[in-house]
Nanobody, 118 residues
Framework: QVQLVESGGALVQAGGSLRLSCAAS????????MGWYRQVPGKQRELVAT???????NYADSVKGRFTISRDNAKNTVYLQMNSLKAEDTAVYYC????????????WGQGTQVTVSS
């Protein structure tokens, strides 16, 4: 089993910045991909950003140029630096981890609330 603990969610004004962290622990040999997703009530969860073990990143168009995903493989931790936040970034942000080379993310965090006031 793998446990994910997220932190960093908060209330922030539009234009501000936040940094989310997610630390993975448990039965981990290696983590292939780590990612951040977000969800607002009444909508489907959407991808924000992902990063592979080799450092290849992928971003949703809505956050490109504003958000940066990074990871510390030694600490099994993934980060999401969010700059120039907008009201539409308000959501519960979830960390996800994939141990397998391909397929769905197997483990998810409990979520952390990010609220951007306009």
């Amino acid at each position: 089993q793998v446990q994910l603990v997220e932190s960093g969610g908060a209330l922030v004004q539009a234009g501000g910045s936040l940094r989310l962290s997610c630390a993975a622990s448990g039965s981990i040999v290696s983590i292939n991909a780590m990612g951040w997703y977000r969800q607002v009530p009444g909508k489907q969860r959407e991808l924000v950003a992902t990063i592979t073990s080799g450092g290849r990143t992928n971003y949703a168009d809505s956050v490109k140029g504003r958000f940066t995903i990074s990871r510390d493989n030694a600490k099994n931790t993934v980060y999401l630096q969010m700059n120039s936040l907008k009201a539409e970034d308000t959501a519960v942000y979830y960390c996800a981890v994939r141990l397998a080379l391909r397929g769905e993310y197997e483990y998810w965090g409990q979520g952390t609330q990010v609220t951007v006031s306009s």
